[in-house]
């Protein structure tokens, strides 16, 4: 019946709340606890505060219109209406944090797909080698095994990344490896 649970969690119990509610308040309350003023480096820390901030905004519109159409609130929709200016002070400040972060995590995943297009050929995905090293197209910049391009330029008639066709398609260089003998660059 009740008595067994915190004084606290009563009133939402009876007040129609669901426990996914109670849940979620956790989940918000553990995630925001930080300083409106506190830096976070890490940017996917910051998404997901972001998120529970936006979400919490979300409920308190809710709350708002249920005391504008004249509904009693119970004691923690109160309090989550008042506390609706720290929130919008703590979004507007992850935020900021937000636009400096996400170019940062951009380039970071950019660099990491290179790194992955640059270690395998884009037709067969298998790795380069001293045997058989990377070429780079004219067209779009991709690197391929020559057999590779080659084949794709014959039986299709064009690139395969970015469908030039085998005209305008040239290898413009040879990777070098790293690991061997410099490959020299191709006509």
């Known amino acids: 019946d009740g008595d067994d649970l915190p004084a606290r969690w009563v009133p939402r119990a009876r007040s129609g709340r669901s426990a996914a509610d109670t849940a979620d308040d956790v989940a918000a309350a553990a995630l925001l606890g930080f ?15 972001i998120r529970a901030l936006q979400k919490k905004m979300r409920r308190v519109q809710g709350i708002e219109e249920q005391a504008e159409s004249g509904s009693a609130l119970d004691h923690g929709q109160q309090m989550l209406l008042s506390s609706k200016p ?32 640059d ?21 779009c910049g991709y690197h391929f095994h020559r057999r590779c391009l080659q084949q794709c330029l014959d039986s299709k008639g064009h690139c395969p990344i970015c469908s030039t066709t085998k005209a305008s398609c040239k290898v ?10 410099a490959a020299a660059t191709a006509p």
């Not at 636009?99 to 290179?114: D, H, N, Y």
């Not at 270690?119 to 067209?139: D, M």
Request: charged share 25%; aromatic share 2%; hydrophobic share 30%.
């Open 172 to 181: 413009v260089e040879q990777r070098r490896q790293t690991t061997g003998p």
């Open 35 to 49: 300083s409106s003023e506190e830096t976070i480096s890490d940017p996917v820390l910051v998404e997901k505060k």
């Open 119 to 139: 270690s395998e050929c884009a037709v067969c995905l298998e790795e380069y080698s001293s045997t058989s090293p990377a070429i780079r197209t004219s067209c």
């Open 86 to 117: 720290r929130l919008q002070s703590s979004l507007s400040h992850l935020l900021q944090q937000w636009a400096t972060l996400e170019p940062i995590l951009l380039e970071q995943q950019e660099q990491r797909l290179l790194s992955i297009a």
